[in-house]
């Protein structure tokens, strides 16, 4: 049991006692002290989150680094009433399906990995919550739930008891959620900046006499009245404008983690504490013009760094081509539109294993929506003619007609793509790579500080302030942190504008360490438009070509699609309805019609035996009532500019070819690959994929994406081929206009210039930090310098990286211009 201890002023002690930290929060029990479980808490709220996490098994989070909970942050449930209002709930979930619901919430407290840890973990908080993300540079969570269980209200009472408060703007319901609380945050910083700005300029002014006052003295009574009034003056700087430096470095050493924060707060604190002191002793008149103009530039550059990631995660969200069509019907005219030029009331004809892209209505009698994509769960759900479908859905079974009803939206696809369950298991993320070297990095830059200050005390105490100031802030690797974002940004842009759309920037850095590339035949190597197709068998009769047409109809196969439009046939017959339609990948596709089995497909699925077919050509065969009437072959026609392609990627990489075809093209393909498989089954390309990453090779995946789907999620960066009908493959890491194929050798080529462009960066950042450092340590280097050329640095690293990005993309470009833009 907690009790409740309170101190009566009669007991209280003549000296003065600091108030014990809560042990969750980290903040003074000033109005009230708790006791409990061998811990200190300031409130009942702190007591019952521990306990939530210590019956949870979840105290890891108390050693994984600083909780941001707030007292204030336990009193939200009052406010949190108009979630119980369904007309609001449905409008703020972004998907709700039976007992499965998601919704994205804009916290903007997260700031640490213990922060991501917890919410990450909520699922072992309420047994309610499947599934929760974080994405930690926006500040958002990403919580899957059974509304059953748990309410959104309770949901979001839940993450206030945490200490995660997400804002809900009801003004911005229906809009950008987001987008009132990150004006809040921007607004803050322009205020900080507006603070640290007029301090710095009129201390400058009121410490001019002491600067042109060479022979004269000023009066004493005016001399301290200035003194006094730039303290005044440099106090909101430090309480309010550097608040977040020191805030930072507080709760970093807490735990015993040395973030940059951490010199740049020691930094602020000598550079006033020394200041404060000289006037007030009367020693000297300060540095608060120098304290101030520091925390001003340091505003600056945070500013500077804040703009270049917002700019970039605007050209990701909102203004960057995904490359994926859908078909359209209009007067029974099937045509294939990219996503961005569908609109609301457009009719669109979803096949199997094709994903929905936007709400829909469903005009069809029956679907079956498959939305593991979106929540995990795989079982698919039945709807009927007039119902709601929700976009991420995936038809499984017969094509279906739908019309939408919004427009897509491409921000909530590619959140869809980034999903945990669709990420590599690789470890080598980019921000891992910034933190070690910038936690190094400030051990070494503390270490220097203390050494100078040793140094200049015997030497020129009255220089030590400054020294080790300017160390401190001039060493600074923001710039390293800068660089690899915006460098693999910056490349996802261009790469966007040549066709080939990627995940996120860690599939820059990937692409630039393949060794070896497995390309797939069918679609990839080969066009979806075969240049003939001939029947090979007895005639077939019209009732026989319907019911081959409304077969191949539901299927996303390039040759499926071919078939279909080979056996075109006017609109006055009616296609048969089929029954219990399987595709089965890799093999063909299955359904009953008029109360016989019908198989189209290759030669094994179709009658169990084996055979080989004529080089240059792939067999499609058909049995009707298990009797085997013939077979369609299609003439191969290859890519244009493969050869080409094929023999420069040779010079840099190993490649191979794995095909689900018979071994008929062996002869034309060998000479361009390492190694030629055919008749692979998917499972046989996912073994020779982890086969070639056992050897110790970063192995890539080239495919459609259709009987591949488990190679391009294993291969190191799985490529996904688009073309004509779209498919989109979320377990791959980027996607290609087919058109673009000939070129892959040069978005492989930018690539790995890019990641030449980070280590030319990285020069230029050690040698800043090199240069800046000795000039520090001389003595020879203001504060007030220092902390110009902290932002000064970074904008050089931002204007090198978009130099030579820029000219290597130029240098690069493709000859063909694509006839879509980005």
């Known amino acids: 049991m907690s009790q409740i201890l309170t101190t009566p002023e009669s007991l209280t002690p003549p000296q003065k006692q600091e108030p014990a930290e ?111 993300q974080v994405h930690f540079v926006k500040k958002e969570v990403m919580v899957t739930f059974n509304p059953n269980e748990v309410s959104l209200r309770a949901l979001v ?14 003004a911005s319901i229906g809009k950008d959620q987001k987008a009132a609380p990150r004006k809040r945050i921007q607004r803050k910083l322009a205020l900080q900046i507006g603070v640290a700005g007029f301090a710095f300029g009129n201390i400058m002014l009121l410490s001019l006499p002491e600067y042109i006052d060479t022979q004269l003295t000023l009066e004493g009574t005016y001399k301290q009245f200035f003194a006094y009034l730039n303290i005044l003056l440099s106090l909101p700087v430090l309480l309010y404008s550097g608040r977040d430096y020191l805030l930072s470095a507080y709760k970093s050493l807490r735990v015993r983690y040395v973030t940059l924060d951490v010199p740049i707060a020691l930094g602020i604190l000598v550079l006033f504490g020394r200041s404060v002191w000289e006037i007030l002793t009367h020693s000297g008149p300060g540095y608060l013009d120098s304290f101030t103009g520091l925390v001003f530039f340091l505003l600056i550059g945070k500013w500077f760094q804040a ?143 203390a050494l100078a200050a040793i140094f200049w005390f015997w030497y020129d105490a009255s220089q030590v302030a400054q020294v080790v ?23 996802m842009r261009w790469l966007g504008r040549w066709g080939l759309y990627l995940k996120d920037a860690n599939v820059v850095e990937r692409l630039a360490q393949l060794n070896s590339l497995v390309f797939d035949k069918t679609g990839t190597i080969t066009t979806t438009q075969p240049r003939g197709i001939r029947w090979e068998g007895a005639p077939l009769y019209t009732e026989e070509s319907l019911g081959i047409r409304a077969l191949v109809q539901h299927s996303t ?39 016989k089995q019908w198989k189209v497909g290759s030669y094994r699925f179709v009658t169990g035996g084996s055979q080989t077919g004529r080089s240059g050509e792939s067999r499609v065969y058909v049995s009707i009532g298990g009797e085997l009437r013939g077979g369609f072959a299609f003439e191969t026609q ?79 960066v799985g490529i996904s081929l688009a073309e004509e009908v779209h498919h989109f493959v979320p377990a791959c890491d980027a996607i290609l206009e087919a058109k673009q194929l000939p070129y892959l050798n040069l978005h492989l080529a930018l690539a790995r210039q890019t990641r030449r462009g980070v280590y030319g960066a990285f020069v230029i950042s050690f040698l800043y930090n090199v240069v800046g450092m000795s000039f520090a340590l001389a003595g020879a280097l203001t504060p007030l310098v220092a902390a110009i050329l902290m932002p000064l640095s970074s904008i050089t690293t931002v204007i090198y990286i978009s130099l030579a990005i820029n000219s290597l993309a130029r240098k690069l470009k493709p000859s063909t211009k694509r006839t879509d833009r980005m």
């Open 157 to 170: 009472e839940l993450l206030d008891r945490l200490g995660y408060p997400p804002e809900i703007n009801l």
């Open 557 to 595: 196969h390039p040759l499926s699609l071919a078939l279909f439009q080979h056996l075109e046939t006017s609109g006055s017959l009616v296609e048969p309805e089929l029954e219990e339609f399987a595709e089965h990948t890799g093999k063909g596709l299955e359904a009953y019609l008029q109360n």
């Open 307 to 449: 703009k270049t990631y917002q700019s970039l995660s605007f050209e990701r969200d909102y203004s960057a081509y995904f490359p994926v069509a859908v078909t359209r019907v209009q007067n029974g005219v099937e045509t294939s539109v990219p996503l961005k030029e569908l609109n609301p009331g457009d009719q669109i004809r979803v096949r199997n294993q094709e994903l929905i892209p936007a709400d829909a209505t469903l005009l069809s009698s029956e679907a079956h929506i498959d939305y593991s994509f979106i929540t995990g769960e795989s079982v698919p759900v039945t709807k009927e003619a007039g119902a709601r479908l929700q976009a991420g859905g995936r038809q499984v079974g017969p094509g279906i007609d739908v019309r939408v009803e919004k427009s897509v939206d491409q921000s909530r696809l590619t959140r869809l793509w980034n999903r945990e369950i669709f990420q590599k298991n690789a470890k080598d993320q980019l921000p891992n790579l910034v933190d070690r070297i910038s936690r190094h990095f400030t051990l070494v830059v503390l270490s220097l500080a």
């Open 22 to 132: 809560c042990y969750h929060c980290g903040e003074p029990c000033r109005e009230e002290t708790i006791h409990a479980h061998d811990h200190t808490f300031c409130c009942t709220g702190c007591q019952t989150v521990y306990e939530i996490l210590s019956d949870h098994e979840l105290d890891t989070y108390y050693s994984l680094g600083d909780s941001p909970a707030k007292r204030e942050a336990v009193t939200q449930q009052n406010r949190r009433n108009f979630l119980d209002q369904e007309a609001i709930v449905s409008q703020i979930l972004s998907f709700s399906e039976g007992d499965t619901a998601q919704v994205q919430l804009f916290i903007p407290v997260i700031h640490c990995s213990a922060c991501i840890w917890l919410l990450e973990n909520l699922s072992r908080i309420h047994s309610g919550v499947y599934h929760s």
């Open 469 to 491: 100031t300017a160390v401190m802030i001039v060493a600074c690797p923001c710039a390293l942190a800068l660089t690899l974002p915006f460098a693999y940004g910056h490349a």
């Open 638 to 716: 290859y890519r244009s500019g493969y050869r080409t392609l094929l023999t420069r990627l040779r010079k840099q990489l190993s490649l191979y070819l794995l095909s689900g075809d018979q071994d008929t093209d062996r002869a034309q393909l060998e000479p361009y690959f390492e190694e030629v498989r055919f008749k692979q089954s998917p499972e046989d390309k996912l073994h020779y994929l982890e086969q070639l990453q056992n050897q110790g090779g970063h192995a890539g995946m080239v495919g459609d994406g259709l009987n591949d789907a488990g190679a391009l999620k294993q291969a190191h």
